[in-house]
């Protein structure tokens, strides 16, 4: 079955760098795009970037753009979003999702990663 | 980019009654709206897709419609698992893909 398994969440300091990972199973991972959601606490989802499956395609939300990267391990089917610069409003739960093509809807999510930059 | 506005912010009604949430987008996205359930602890999970299009394992009993900027999620007979926050999300004019504020639905 489909599955994303999202991992390196932490506690990390303001302007420190952090790098999360979205291992996928289950399906083709060479055919979708991937999407990263986040999720402050108590709060609604707000996308963060996408990527097309060979990196050839990529957009970041301007909240994060020129902090955050997204790299792809195709051999291990997984995903990297890099982040840097962290500040406090970038405390949240990470998901990772699927999108059978880039721009379309989220089919599958992971369970999350949580990240909190504090001091 | 487009925001979309979800109403009510809360609802609240008992096992058994339907409910109606909105969506409202600030320009046309088309039909090109998803919508998502989300459990306390648990990640969304796709419903609807394309404004009225069941993914795959949703129950009949929610049905979504509209298109343009007006969209409506109606669950039919709420079940006590039906209770959780609503989102909607376009797919028209990208990025951002952006999200709804949600709608939550309480007993």
């Known amino acids: 079955q489909v599955q994303l398994v999202e991992s390196g969440g932490g506690v990390v300091q303001p302007g420190r760098s952090l790098r999360l990972s979205c291992a996928a199973s289950?399906?083709?991972?060479?055919?979708?795009?991937i999407y990263w959601v986040r999720q402050a606490p108590g709060k609604g989802l707000e996308w963060v970037a996408v990527?097309?499956?060979?990196?050839?395609?990529?957009y970041y939300a301007d909240s994060v753009k020129g902090r955050f990267s997204i790299s792809i391990d195709n051999s291990k089917n997984t995903l990297y979003l890099q982040m840097s610069s962290l500040r406090a409003e970038d405390t949240a739960m990470y998901y990772c999702?699927?999108?059978?093509?880039?721009?379309?809807?989220?089919?599958?999510w992971g369970q999350g990663t949580l990240v909190t930059v504090s001091s | 980019e487009i925001v979309l506005t979800q109403s009510p912010a809360t609802l609240s009604l008992s096992p058994g009654e339907r409910a109606t949430l909105s969506c409202r987008a600030s320009?046309?996205?088309?039909?090109?709206l998803a919508w998502y359930q989300q459990k306390p602890g648990q990640a969304p999970r796709l419903l609807l897709y394309d404004a009225s299009n069941r993914a795959t394992g949703i129950p009949a009993r929610f049905r979504g419609s509209g298109s343009g900027t007006d969209f409506t999620l109606t669950i039919s007979s709420l079940e006590p698992e039906d209770f959780a926050v609503y989102y909607c999300q376009q797919l028209s004019s990208w990025p951002p893909f952006t999200f709804g504020q949600g709608t939550k639905l309480e007993i």
């Open positions: 999702a699927r999108g059978q093509w880039l721009g379309a809807f989220f089919d599958y």
């Open positions: 990527t097309l499956y060979d990196g050839s395609d990529q």
């Open positions: 289950g399906f083709t991972f060479r055919t979708y795009a």
């Open positions: 320009q046309s996205v088309g039909s090109y």
